[in-house]
């Protein structure tokens, strides 16, 4: 019950007015969109990054703050006058985080507590977390509740799952309130252009097929053909990044209203295969994709789409765009001179891996 929370005095400054709100990964891919959409809303985004996998670019015209999450002493100072945060900073490979468990470990839990801890020791009580539909594994009932077993398939869903877990403690011990928001396929860019999506190297399926459409690749790999789906690829859930900033800033008026700890998965609801996937590309972008058909991808699951009711109910979200939408946006933003800026400036500094 909202109402049994402790009652904290900011939330009277803080009626009517906007909230200074520390952002982590703030200058990646998700969290570029999220600022702009806080500022949009009258809150005031401060952006916490080490650049490291996200870009300056992406940050011009907003407060930011280079430092890593595991420095606690930056955080400490990045932390004051803070009233929320919203934790974005994070390794999201899956195949990396097979290969290499130590760096998740060590980047999504050791520096995600590194940040809990701060915040506790600053006085902040709220926090919105990027989580993801990976701590679900392979998920026995489709769409996928929020109250579904959390049985991760691979390193990077344990991590975030063991955050999950931090926060369901610290919120019991500590009075520590906060919102998980479980991602599914974040897709599309910001219609003004101003930012997107730009990963070096790319592994998403939308930014691939338009960069094979557009003559940077010369095919988009198939994995698995033989899939229990109705045309045998992978079907996923695809959310447009602007509906995804829209759930950040639902999650921090929640929180600011005094809502209690929760979490919410965020998706259309809607599944896509692979081959609609690529058939939505070709028509907007006109061109002819060509493909090649591998085997299939260890773990992977036949489907993956969310039940997003929960989202829809508490925090009043209803994701606004199509896939359309979503190809449609990520084509303009790849044709766009600061998607080119983002290019050269990877490959002048050697690049080899960018923040989702």
Partial sequence: DPKSVAHDPRLDREKGTGMRVLVTGGAGYIGSHAVRRLRQAGHEPVIYDNLSTGHKLLAEGFECIVGDVADRGALRRALRGIDAVMHLAADSSVRES????????????????SLLHAMLDAGIRRVILSSTCAVYGRPSAIPIPVDA???????????????????EAYSAAYGLRYVSLRYFNAAGADESGETGEMHQPETHLIPLALEAA?????SVAIYGTDYPTPDGTCIRDYIHVNDLAEAHLRALEYLREGGPSAAFNLGSGAGHSVLEVLGMVEAVTGRRLKTQRQPRRPGEPPVLVSDSTAARQQLHWIPARSLRQSVATAWKWMQSDRYAQLQRAAALSGETSLRP
């Fill in 98 to 113: 097979v290969g290499n468990p130590r760096k998740y470990f060590e980047n999504n839990v050791g520096s995600g507590l």
């Fill in 149 to 167: 077993p959390r049985i991760p398939a691979n390193p990077y869903g344990a991590t975030k799952l063991a955050l999950e877990h931090a926060l």
């Fill in 214 to 218: 557009a003559g940077l690749r010369s």
